[in-house]
């Protein structure tokens, strides 16, 4: 039977033991309310789809269910100002006064998501241009265009007049920007400042012209204002990968816009964020991270079959963009309405996938939404309540969340995941490698993915940084298929190694340069002298390859034979493939640089393969689990900072499962009995 985490949680004794953070480690939290819960949990609300009479009733049936955050304002516009100019905010008073009444934390968003009729109906140049020059229509959302200079200011004045209102608001403790952001335009306004960017980017044409190797196909431009701005089609790689740098800037610009309009008018421990999507490809997230305080995404898990370890990934990865803990701004109770199959989580996987987030790093814990408007397009979505208003049967499940969360805050307050060693994740790679594939089946976010498995299973707590992130501070730094590599990178990373850090480096890394050219040197280009070794040639793989050596198992999808080219570069795994050009070749090469080594993995390794080098790695580098032998079912995860230290496990698994705690570990409370750990349970441990 499950122990209630809260009850457990009131009866522990609180023994503060010292400090143990890493270098790595995390520096703020992202809740500093004074006198608040320091884990946020609540639900999206609009009010507006609702009689006024209804609030309170839905307010109490959150307090209810335990939730202490609502979320409103977004997609509010034409409430808010119903005609231009003409602002009616007395609706939104009301309704924050009435959360604020029941003792809530609020968090406001900016309603330019969707824009209200009488603006785009008016200004028709605000709304988005599709590839084929088709103009958005009113009825959707996220129908204006990025680009355009009248939106900025109808979306600055709602932000500030909005901030205006609630900036000083007690119950208000954080802003989201806009929701979702994503869909470019390519109306002329994005064109000029495409042209714009570009000559920024570039200064004259003929740079352009060098670094994009225009002289293939004739391709010479004259000036900045003949370069089309084009996301597909068969167009020079260099042109693709600055649209996704021109995407960046732009939707930089366009947060930065309303962060500037919020941030005169609010209190300093108000933050701000914006919501991002789940490996959202249209932009690089750190870079659009640059004005935000902290960052917040939406957690969902369309098939209803959750991969805990890659969705660990992603969570490691928005924890990543501000370095700091996060919020799950937007998460399903149960199950989403977009997929062809919309299928519902199982019993207790809500409550399992709420403590994952907060086992990496989530300091709120919101879900979406509360109750299904009669209509509009997400009348199927998953809810706390039904149609009639009242309790969906998920919603026990979402109470029981919510109370643990509540009652761990205490403990879970100032802590931050502590990662054993770091993954980069490149958006530039990313990027270059989907432009050309050239294995259909070569999906970055896999290969990410399916190198990161191992390491997090094994390490128990990965840190996902941006290539520029200092790293001096771990062991092991893993860059999966860092395909883009500038020269400033390469000097960073090998410093790193230098400085006695270990750097693995995954297939197709050191590549390309920021300009989506080909370095004149071979794989890894300007880190090959360091290695010792460069890949000869790459191959995409119809079947499996052998490895064998110290790393054996196969490859498929993609191999590289490598070369040595110094005498103490060694190899630590070789194809079979008999009669192939890859047989007898080097795979896996590594070399050691005074106390540090530099590895490079010519290969998608299958993960047999790839679990062997991972624990191989971690070895090298010191890198001990905290909780040996654990069922891969079982995540396990640690919370550290202001003299705490909390094992968080978690079962993902449908069986019991064995687990035992460290030595000095204590059981704070949850679904360890026993030994055992049950179903989709969640413990939590005091460590020493
Ligand atoms: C996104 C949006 C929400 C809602 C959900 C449904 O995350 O932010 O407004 O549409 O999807 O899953």
Excluded: C
Excluded at 166 to 181: L, S, T
Excluded at 228 to 235: A, E, N, V
Excluded at 282 to 298: E, K, Q, V, Y
Excluded at 416 to 441: G, T
Aim: charged share 20%.
């Amino acid at each position: 039977m499950r122990t209630r985490l809260a009850l457990a949680l009131a009866a522990a004794a609180v023994a503060l033991t010292p400090a143990h953070l890493p270098a790595g480690a995390f520096p703020q939290r992202a809740t500093a309310f004074a006198g608040r819960p320091a884990i946020a949990v609540g639900v999206a609300w609009y009010p507006e789809q609702w009689p006024e009479a209804r609030w309170a009733t839905d307010l109490d049936l959150m307090k209810a269910t335990g939730f202490n955050t609502v979320r409103l304002g977004e997609f509010a516009w034409s409430r808010m100002e119903p005609a231009e100019g003409r602002f009616d905010f007395a609706w939104l008073d009301r309704a924050v006064a009435a959360a604020q009444a029941r003792g809530f934390m609020v968090v406001l968003g900016t309603p330019t998501a969707a824009p209200p009729a009488w603006l785009t109906q008016r200004y028709p140049d605000t709304l988005r241009v599709d590839e084929n020059g088709v103009r958005d229509r009113h009825g959707g959302r996220r129908q204006f265009s990025f680009a355009s200079a009248r939106y900025r200011v109808f979306a600055r004045r709602i932000a500030g007049e909005m901030a205006r209102r609630y900036g000083h608001h007690p119950a208000v403790v954080g802003w989201q920007v806009d929701n979702e952001i994503g869909p470019p335009s390519f109306d002329a306004e994005a064109v000029a400042a495409w042209h714009v960017f570009l000559q920024r980017r570039y200064g004259t044409i003929g740079e352009l012209n060098r670094r994009w190797t225009t002289a293939y196909w004739s391709q010479t431009y004259d000036s900045f204002d003949q370069v089309p701005l084009r996301q597909t089609g068969q167009q020079n790689p260099g042109l693709l990968l600055d649209f996704k740098h021109f995407t960046t800037a732009i939707w930089t610009d366009y947060i930065g816009n309303q962060v500037q309009a919020i941030r005169p008018f609010i209190d300093p421990r108000m933050w701000i964020t914006t919501n991002t999507m789940f490996w959202n490809a249209g932009f690089d997230h750190f870079a659009l991270h640059r004005d935000l305080d902290i960052a917040s995404w939406d957690n969902y898990i369309p098939d209803g079959r959750p991969d805990w370890v890659a969705n660990g990934a992603n969570h490691d990865l928005v924890r990543g963009y501000k370095r700091r803990n996060f919020w799950l701004m937007e998460t399903q109770p149960g199950r989403v309405d977009w997929v062809p199959v919309n299928r519902a989580l199982d019993p207790g996987q809500v409550r399992e996938l709420a403590w994952q987030s907060v086992a990496h790093g989530a300091d709120g814990v919101l879900y979406w939404q509360w109750r299904p408007a009669r209509n509009g397009q997400e009348t199927y979505h998953g809810a706390v309540l039904g149609q009639d208003g009242t309790p969906n049967p998920i919603q026990p499940e979402i109470a029981e969340v919510a109370r643990d969360l509540t009652s761990a805050a205490p403990l879970l307050a100032d802590t931050q995941p502590v990662a054993r060693l770091a993954f980069l994740f490149s958006y530039d790679s990313r990027w270059a490698i989907d432009l050309q594939r050239h294995h259909a089946q070569f999906d970055p976010v896999r290969a990410f993915t399916d190198f990161y498995r191992p390491f997090r299973v094994a390490a128990q707590g990965v840190d996902v940084v941006s290539p520029d992130a200092p790293l001096a501070g771990y062991p092991l730094v893993v860059a999966p298929d860092l395909n883009v590599l500038t020269a400033g990178q390469a000097r960073a990373l090998a410093a790193y190694v230098r400085g006695g850090g270990h750097l693995v480096l995954g297939p197709r890394s050191g590549m390309k340069d920021d300009a989506n050219a080909l370095w004149p040197e071979r794989q890894p280009g300007p880190l090959a002298d360091l290695l010792g070794a460069r890949v000869a040639q790459f191959y995409a793989l119809e079947g499996k390859v052998g490895l064998q050596g110290e790393v054996a198992g196969s490859a498929s999808i993609w191999a590289e034979a490598l070369e040595p080219r110094a005498r103490d570069t060694r190899t630590l795994a070789t194809f079979t493939d008999p009669g192939g050009w890859l047989d007898g070749k080097p795979a896996i090469v590594s070399r050691k640089v005074g106390r540090g080594s530099i590895t490079y993995v010519g290969a998608w390794l299958d993960p047999e393969a790839m679990a062997a080098l991972a624990t191989r790695l971690l070895a090298d580098a010191r890198i001990a689990p905290l909780v040996p032998d654990a069922h891969p079912d079982l995540e396990i995860a640690e919370r550290a900072g202001a003299g705490k230290r909390v094992l968080i496990v978690i079962n993902h698994g449908t069986a019991s499962r064995p687990l035992a705690p460290p030595a000095g570990a204590t059981p704070i409370a949850g679904d360890w009995q026993g030994g055992q750990i049950a179903p989709h349970g969640v413990a939590l441990f005091r460590m020493k």
